[in-house]
């Protein structure tokens, strides 16, 4: 039986993938030359016919000019050449990554493959599969994994270094900042504030018995 959340969130991801391909000027061509599919594949992804994997939605967000965050926003907008890299490689070894750190994640939740099959209503073969890195494992489905091992998805996300983690690291970095109050952002681009924010940083490192005999010790100075 099929699980009707599951198909309308790949529908969700393919509308928010084709935005991006649009958006960047990128044809259905030089996206399955990318993951090393077809362009009838892409199309099952941005149709939402074919779950696609948390890699292979890495790669295309870099090769879009997309950060990986955009496509599990609540609230999405839809907004109507990245330098050569060996995306099937990297394919490979991230599918097997988040297999290995879903493995972990079970392991330490104490719970069996045919428990998380049923929660995909898949068999535990496909579990061990995806464990494996010899599946992909489409969003859709370990965005219920995650949940169901109470992680959030973007534990999965590749931020571990090579050039796709990287610059989705960097964009993260970036939407967090954007985040920020107007007044606390200018406040940290200003240069002649850096010496505040390296006593803050410090300050933080601190245990809290150091930082209240700190507190003490200006009282003193002050009383």
């Known amino acids: ?8 969130r790949d529908r969700i991801i393919g509308v928010l993938l084709r935005d991006a391909r649009q958006r960047a000027g990128r044809t259905k ?22 779950p696609i994997s948390l890699p292979e939605l890495e790669v295309l967000g870099y090769v879009l000019d997309t ?18 890299q060996d995306f099937q490689t990297l394919l490979g070894l991230r599918h097997r990554i988040v297999g290995v ?16 099959a049923e929660v995909l209503d898949r068999s535990p073969s496909r579990v061990s599969e995806y464990e494996h890195g010899t599946e992909p494992i489409p969003v859709s489905e370990l965005e219920r994994l995650a949940d169901h091992l109470a992680l959030p998805v973007e534990h999965f996300v590749d931020g571990r270094g090579g050039v796709v983690g990287e610059w989705h690291q ?6 967090r900042f954007h985040e920020l109050p107007e007044d606390v952002q200018e406040f940290v681009t200003k240069p002649v504030n850096i010496k505040y924010l390296e006593v803050a940083m410090r300050l933080s490192q601190m245990s809290a018995s150091r930082l209240r005999a700190i507190a003490e ?7």
């Open 101 to 116: 750190l879903l493995r972990q994640a079970r392991l330490e939740a104490d719970m069996t493959q045919e428990e998380l």
């Open 67 to 84: 950060p990986v965050h955009r496509f599990w926003e609540r609230e999405p907008k839809l907004e109507s050449e990245a330098v050569h």
């Open 170 to 175: 960097q964009q993260e970095v970036d939407h």
């Open 29 to 50: 061509a030089e996206c399955a030359d990318a993951l090393g599919v077809s362009t009838d594949t892409i199309e099952g992804y941005e149709e939402g016919r074919t």
């Open 1 to 8: 039986m099929v699980d009707n959340r599951l198909t309308f």
């Open 217 to 223: 010790g200006l009282l003193e100075i002050t009383y």
